[in-house]
Structures are given as C-alpha cells and as structure tokens.
C-alpha cells in the first residue's frame, strides 16, 4: 500500500510502494509535464544552481496547495506574516510537541514557525508554483513531509532529482525493505526542524554528488508509466525480498540489497 505512519502497517511484513502524484496523474499529463522534466534531469550533470532547499505547498490546509497557486512564484510579505502568525498561534507547530491528528502532523506549521522561508538560501512557498517542473531539478534539497496523508512529493523528487529531505517521525517509505534510504535522502525528525538550515549547509558538494548519483539509479522505481518507469519491477524486487523472508523464494538476500539484485534473486 501507500506508504504512511508505522501504526498503519507492518513494517518487517508489508510492501510500502510510490503513489501517484498530479503532474503524473494520468499517461497524457504524464507525458506532458514529469517525463520531460525527468528526461532532462536524467541527462543533465549533478550541479545545481538553484536554492539549498526548495518547498511549494499547503502550510495549514491541502487546498492552499492545490487551489491557489502563487502566479508570481513566491509569496508576498503579508501572507508570510498571515501564515506566521497562525502558526505561533498553533502549540503543534512547535518542533517539539507531537500531534498526530491535524494536517502535516505539524511539520509544515513547525517549518514556517522557524521561518525557513526567510532564509537567503532556501525557497519555502505556502502553495504551489508555476515554475514547480524547473524549480525541483534545480534544487540542491527539496522538502517533503507528511500533508493530509503521507506525501506524495518525494516521487516527484526522485523523478527530477532533487534530493529528498524527509522531516517526519514515523513514515515508512516505498521499497523500505530493498533500499538504503540514507543514501540517498536525508530523514530529520520534527524535533530537528531548527537544525536543518545547518544541517543543509554543513552537507560537502562531494556528499551531494555521491548521493545524487544513487538517487539517479532508483529514480525510475518511483514512477509507474512505462517505458521511463519502473515501478513495478521494483514492487516486484520488494514482494521478492517478503517472499524471501517468509521461506517462499529459493534464495533469501538481506534486507536492503541492492533492489535489481533482489528482483533476479527471488523472482523466477
């Protein structure tokens, strides 16, 4: 199923697998808006030009996100200071405090609370973008948390290579049992929310580079359409590696091998 809290699955015996975001929601918007975006990334160098950390995206409430997207790209003061000021209004928006029954858990409210959005370094807007398709590959980092589910951003993401900063307590993520996450996306808890502007910039572009590289052999795993994706093979690669676990398969490769290595293993 679709990735979400641990209380929601059984993490040493379910399959998390991507979902399907908007810019993919069907084959023609497919073709139209992520499998160019992704080409391009694909066949474009690891350097990015664009801010440490980008987000486009509802604060409070899913419909700021969809509905009302920012034509000039950013917001204005007044509605920075509107978001800030519910926010400081809001106890879960403290980084420290857990709420697991509003929107974002509180993670989106604890992100504008510490004013990442001021930062000369990032680009943090509370609602979409016309220039989302451009904005994420030139990303160096691009936040996703969890909104009125688990998130779908980080497919997109991972389509476009925009390293994945994850800032949540309890998610599992697609294919969790067949890949190494951490090398590839960098996981904070809430309570981190007001490192992450040192976090981010203590990062080495070596480091960067490294992970950038893996995340580019596991990009097509999150997108379903063929023949760019190869979400089903890697769905495969993680029934393989259950299969495996429970005695089902002939061979029994470890947790978190290398996803291709685990669909040849245990898929005959």
Same mark, same amino acid.
């Not at 029954?101 to 509370?126: C, F, H, K, T």
């Given at each position: ?11 040493? !015996?379910? =399959? ?21 975006? @992704?080409? !391009?990334?694909?066949? %474009?160098?690891?350097?990015? %030009? ?5 987000? +486009? ?8 996100? #969809? ?11 007044? !509605? #920075? #200071?509107?978001?800030?000021?519910? =926010?400081?209004?809001?106890?879960? %928006? ?27 370094? @990032?680009?943090? =807007? ?8 451009? +904005?994420?590959? #030139? ?26 900063? @994850? ?10 049992? =067949? ?39 596991? !990009? ?49």
């Amino acid at each position: 199923g679709h990735w979400g809290d641990e209380s929601c699955v059984a993490r040493d !015996k379910d =399959v998390i697998v991507p979902t399907i975001t908007p810019v993919q929601h069907d084959l023609p918007r497919f073709k139209q808006r992520l499998r160019p975006a @992704m080409r !391009k990334s694909a066949a %474009s160098s690891f350097a990015r %030009s664009g801010p440490l950390l980008f987000f +486009a995206g509802g604060i409070t409430s899913y419909g700021a996100s #969809q509905d009302n997207i920012r034509k000039m790209g950013k917001d204005s003061v007044d !509605k #920075q #200071q509107k978001w800030l000021t519910r =926010v400081l209004n809001d106890k879960c %928006s403290r980084p420290d405090k857990q709420c697991r029954n509003i929107y974002s858990m509180g993670v989106r409210q604890a992100v504008w609370r510490q004013r990442l959005w001021a930062e000369p370094d @990032m680009r943090v =807007v509370s609602a979409g973008v016309p220039d989302y398709l451009t +904005a994420v590959p #030139q990303a160096h980092f691009c936040l996703h948390t969890e909104g009125n589910g688990w998130g779908a951003r980080v497919v997109d993401y991972m389509a476009m290579e925009c390293l994945p900063l @994850m800032v949540n307590d309890r998610m599992v993520f697609p294919y969790d049992n =067949v890949l190494r996450w951490h090398d590839f996306s960098l996981h904070l808890r809430k309570r981190e929310i007001p490192q992450i502007p040192t976090i981010l910039r203590n990062m080495s572009d070596g480091t960067q580079q490294r992970m950038h590289h893996v995340l580019r052999q596991y !990009k097509r795993g999150f997108v379903w359409w063929r023949p760019d994706g190869l979400a089903y093979e890697y769905t495969l690669a993680a029934l393989g590696q259950r299969a495996a676990q429970f005695g089902f398969a002939r061979k029994s490769p470890t947790k978190h091998a290398n996803a291709k290595e685990v669909l040849v293993a245990t898929i005959p």
